[in-house]
């Protein structure tokens, strides 16, 4: 069964960078929306970004992360990277990798094909 392996959680200080990144196990993922959503204690989890590759490969954030964080993609390894700069204690979460989620169809136009295949998640932890 295809799976998501996050990587690249930590704990950082505010105004510091950490990159997270999500490894698919098989090319199943290549031609699916791909990208983070993030769960705070005692919240529930939101957007983050997403990336597609077709469309010539838009990117999508939501605006509490705009500016801030970068997502990228390599199809040749069926990964999906996020760069996080300038971190603030409100992005302590987990964070989750997501591919060809129903989620992603609220951020924008994005095809979804009824898979929902979600990482088990990686913690970040920003001090101030």
């Known amino acids: 069964q295809a799976q998501l392996v996050e990587s690249g959680g930590g704990l950082v200080q505010a105004g510091g960078s950490l990159r997270l990144s999500c490894a698919a196990s098989?090319?199943?993922?290549?031609?699916?929306?791909m990208g983070w959503f993030r769960q705070a204690p005692g919240k529930e989890r939101e957007f983050v970004a997403a990336?597609?590759?077709?469309?010539?490969?838009?990117?999508y954030y939501a605006e509490s992360v705009k500016d801030r964080f970068t997502i990228s993609r390599d199809n040749a390894l069926n990964a999906v990277n996020l760069q996080m700069n300038n971190l603030k204690p409100e992005d302590t979460a987990v964070y989750y990798c997501?591919?060809?989620?129903?989620?992603?169809?609220?951020?924008?136009?994005?095809?979804?094909?009824?898979?929902?295949?979600w990482g088990k998640g990686t913690l970040v932890t920003v001090s101030s």
């Open positions: 098989t090319r199943t993922f290549s031609g699916y929306a």
């Open positions: 997501a591919a060809d989620v129903k989620e992603f169809t609220a951020v924008g136009p994005i095809r979804y094909y009824g898979n929902d295949y």
């Open positions: 990336t597609i590759i077709w469309d010539g490969g838009k990117t």
